[in-house]
């Protein structure tokens, strides 16, 4: 008895101390020493995403996926219309240019307009343009009053600069988009005698 009672440590009361036993080393991850870190989904650091931080990432990436798609088409549609914008330019370039190069008796004051034959639209990506010209006699420049509804209508116009054996010219290419929105270019020139006496 009395060497069971050495081979311990006592407390005041003479009772024997229980040894002190050391702890265990952390287990390597994975190990029973993470067993109480499981939940229903494993190992914290294994878990994976919960459905909210699933849906808050779809919602995300949604946003910037619509975010493109709207880039995208403005891009398009900026194209589009910087086309248009060429062809009526050309168009209303290649009537000043015939007007200019008409003799100036065969010029004559007035109003204008005609379609684009049908064949052409194939190449205007399927857009009719109307081109509509003005002449004013003794004039150096006109101007043309603006229908927002139709451009090309003839609303009339005034002579701004009086000046004799010169005859002003405004072409005005018009054609309404594919999203029905009506779109104008003009452009004008001046026509002198070239029979006139300076």
Same mark, same amino acid.
Request: positive net charge.
């Given at each position: ?17 229980? &040894? ?22 494993? +190992?914290?650091?294994?878990?994976? +995403?919960?459905?909210?931080?699933? +849906? ?60 684009? &034959? ?16 003005w002449v004013a006699d003794n004039c150096r420049n006109i101007n043309v ?54």
């Amino acid at each position: 008895m009395k060497n069971s009672v050495n081979c311990c440590l006592l407390n005041k009361n003479n009772h024997p101390i229980p &040894p002190i036993i050391p702890p265990h080393p952390p287990l390597a991850k994975g190990g029973r020493g993470d067993l109480k870190k499981r939940g229903r989904g494993g +190992l914290r650091g294994e878990a994976g +995403l919960t459905l909210i931080e699933v +849906l808050v990432a779809i919602v995300i990436l949604t946003i910037g996926i619509l975010g493109v798609a709207m880039m995208q088409y403005m891009a398009v549609a900026g194209n589009a219309f910087g086309r248009e914008m060429q062809i009526a330019t050309e168009l209303g370039q290649e009537r000043l240019e015939i007007i200019k190069s008409t003799p100036y008796a065969s010029v004559l004051a007035g109003y204008n307009s005609e379609g684009i &034959p049908e064949p052409d639209l194939s190449r205007f990506g399927g857009i009719a343009f109307t081109r509509a010209w003005w002449v004013a006699d003794n004039c150096r420049n006109i101007n043309v009053n603006l229908d927002p509804n139709n451009p090309c209508n003839n609303t009339g116009s005034n002579c701004t600069d009086v000046i004799s054996n010169f005859r002003a010219i405004a072409v005005r290419v018009c054609w309404i988009d594919k999203n029905g929105g009506n779109h104008s270019v003009t452009l004008n020139g001046v026509k002198w005698n070239e029979t006139a006496t300076p």
